[in-house]
């Protein structure tokens, strides 16, 4: 599975943007997608995921009530929208996504096997 993540870029505290995650090769060993972020010097923190084929979703403390994680099976993608953004939500935002068979904690990051690259997101405030 090939990931790659869009859609980053620079606002000012309390706009929205939404990031894009596209999906490719062998989707159907999707069993869920994630967000996570990192900024320099600090390791990546959860932010949201959601299984690939039902509603459970999770999110992490820092972004409950502003960001929403979406999936669209049909296009083989996913998406978070952020609203109310803060400067300390500047980061690099990363999409990852698990196979069948891995832990089902969704914000354990070691148990997701693919990775896009980064799309960065910068606040102003």
């Known amino acids: 599975v090939q990931l790659q993540a869009s859609g980053g870029g620079l606002v000012q505290a309390g706009d929205s943007l939404t990031l894009s995650c596209a999906a490719s090769?062998?989707?159907?060993?999707?069993?869920?997608v994630g967000w996570f972020r990192q900024t320099p010097g600090k390791e990546r923190e959860f932010v949201a995921a959601?299984?690939?084929?039902?509603?459970?979703?999770s999110y992490g403390k820092s972004v409950q009530g502003r960001f929403t994680i979406s999936r669209d099976n049909a296009k083989n993608a996913a998406y978070l929208r952020m609203n109310s953004l803060k400067p300390e939500d500047t980061a690099v935002y990363y999409c990852?996504?698990?196979?069948?068979?891995?832990?089902?904690?969704?914000?354990?990051?070691?148990?997701?096997?693919?990775w896009g690259q980064g799309t960065l997101v910068t606040v102003s405030s």
């Open positions: 990852a996504a698990k196979r069948i068979f891995t832990p089902s904690d969704l914000a354990q990051l070691a148990s997701y096997g693919w």
């Open positions: 090769g062998r989707t159907s060993n999707i069993y869920a």
């Open positions: 959601m299984y690939w084929r039902n509603s459970g979703t």
